[in-house]
């Protein structure tokens, strides 16, 4: 039987990967594991419900962890306003060459060829503001009992992942968006960068001790 060092290590490494899976989705669509409607049903919803079960079972047996990976996701999911107050200024600006959003929405409800709906923006934004709460998850994880201001580099890291994934390079615009000029990493970087200042103000001083 583990100890309760070990028991932790496997809890969080559980809990990684449920929060994990809504983020990496829309990469492995564009890379041709499946379409983004299809992952969605294989990947995200049951990341998702399994996030949701685990903290559940947490809370009931009094773990402290359930609480901070709630203030995590509640955290994640606010700091993706302060995202949004740098991209979409910048997506009007001609900075960036589309709605990521808009697109991803379009993708999720498998209606690419009849273009975006009133539903398929609001299912963009809400899996969007999702993938904000599971960074905040996977945050709290990682930064166990470390300051919370490792978020900051911690958002700008998410930035520069997403700028060298296959979701920028499907758009059309080579790694680190180079063939679209230097306006879209720069508000790229910016917004992940307010993305992660938001979640270290949200975040208590220690994210969660080492203790679950």
């Not at 070990?6 to 449920?18: D, H, K, M, Q």
């Not at 990521?100 to 299912?123: H, I």
């Not at 958002?155 to 060298?164: I, M």
Request: charged content about 10%; proline content about 6%; overall charge positive.
């Amino acid at each position: 039987m583990p100890d309760a060092k070990g028991r932790l290590i496997v809890i969080r490494l559980l809990f990684l990967a449920f929060a994990s899976a809504a983020p990496v989705a829309f990469p492995l669509s564009q890379m041709g594991y499946g379409t983004l409607n299809e992952l969605a049903w294989r990947l995200i919803l049951p990341g998702a419900a399994a996030l949701a079960v685990g903290v559940i079972v947490l809370q009931r047996r009094g773990r402290a962890l359930a609480a901070a990976l709630l203030r995590g996701a509640g955290a994640g999911a606010l700091a993706t306003l302060a995202l949004e107050a740098v991209r979409y200024p910048g997506f009007r600006l001609g900075f960036m060459p589309g709605n990521l959003p808009q697109l991803m929405g379009v993708l999720l409800l498998d209606r690419f060829a009849r273009g975006p709906s009133g539903w398929s923006d609001v299912t963009g934004f809400a899996y969007h503001f999702w993938m904000g709460a599971s960074f905040g998850v996977i945050f709290v994880l990682l930064a166990m009992g470390r300051s919370r201001w490792w978020a900051v580099p911690y958002g700008l890291a998410v930035g520069l992942g997403f700028l060298v994934s296959p979701v920028v390079q499907a758009l059309g615009v080579g790694i680190f968006g180079r063939d679209f000029g230097w306006h879209f990493a720069a508000t790229v970087l910016t917004a992940h960068l307010a993305f992660g200042a938001a979640l270290a103000l949200l975040l208590p001083r220690t994210p969660v001790a080492e203790r679950p």
